[in-house]
T-cell receptor
Framework: DAGVTQSPTHLIKTRGQQVTLRCSPK?????VSWYQQALGQGPQFIFQ???????QRGNFPDRFSGHQFPNYSSELNVNALLLGDSALYLC?????????????????FGPGTRLTVL | GNSVTQMEGPVTLSEEAFLTINCTYT??????LFWYVQYPGEGLQLLLK?????DKGSNKGFEATYRKETTSFHLEKGSVQVSDSAVYFC?????????????FGRGTSLIVHP
């Protein structure tokens, strides 16, 4: 059973360019979340997709956008890249818990895409 | 808002030493608590979790107890190994609308020497 996969592994871009990162969730999962992890920091939540819609969003500008496809895979797009966008971008998948009660919505993380903006 | 505070690293230990990594949290609701581990060049792996007060999560010799009265979730291991060297992240997951959005601490680097 394949876990969460991400592509590409590494990416180098210049300021002002646009980038697309891809994620395939763990088999059976229907929810994908994206995180930005700057060097020496914990992951920061960007947004979460379920049923092909953005359900929750963290404190990130509109330059960050995403998409989820019918097969649950997802893309993260970043426009007008800034030097400060250099980070490890992590994708995590989960099975959305619709019932109330349990808050143990466990997320499985991919290995990440290392983005360097020059 | 929610927040997680971890002790700063690096924590440097000799093999077979006792490990404690402190974690405290602030949350408005009743979150679940997690410890994740990140090995060099890899993504995060769930190490253990606890969903309610007084629950103890455990895995691979690591333990943490959900202490609501002190809002803490300290990670412990009785005898560390060189292979435990990694960065450890404490996190809480609370319900926001219909979704559970985790909040992570900054991470604590653990270095274990032979």
């Amino acid at each position: 059973d394949a876990g969460v996969t991400q592509s590409p592994t590494h990416l180098i871009k210049t300021r002002g360019q646009q980038v697309t990162l891809r994620c395939s969730p763990k088999s059976g999962h229907d929810t994908v979340s994206w995180y930005q992890q700057a060097l020496g920091q914990g992951p920061q939540f960007i947004f979460q997709y379920y049923e092909e819609e953005e359900r929750q969003r963290g404190n990130f500008p509109d330059r960050f956008s995403g998409h989820q496809f019918p097969n649950y895979s997802s893309e993260l797009n970043v426009n007008a890249l800034l030097l400060g966008d250099s980070a490890l971008y992590l994708c995590a998948s989960s099975f959305r818990t619709l019932a109330s009660g349990s808050a143990a919505n466990e997320q499985f993380f991919g290995p990440g895409t290392r983005l360097t903006v020059l | 808002g929610n927040s997680v505070t971890q002790m700063e690293g690096p924590v440097t230990l000799s093999e077979e030493a006792f490990l404690t990594i402190n974690c405290t949290y602030t949350a408005t609701g009743y979150p679940s608590l997690f410890w994740y581990v990140q090995y060099p060049g890899e993504g995060l792996q769930l190490l253990l979790k606890a969903t309610k007060a007084d629950d103890k999560g455990s895995n691979k010799g690591f333990e943490a107890t959900y202490r609501k009265e002190t809002t803490s979730f300290h990670l412990e291991k009785g005898s560390v190994q060189v292979s435990d060297s990694a960065v450890y992240f404490c996190a809480l997951s609370d319900r926001v609308g219909g979704s559970y959005i985790p909040t992570f601490g900054r991470g604590t680097s653990l270095i274990v020497h032979p």
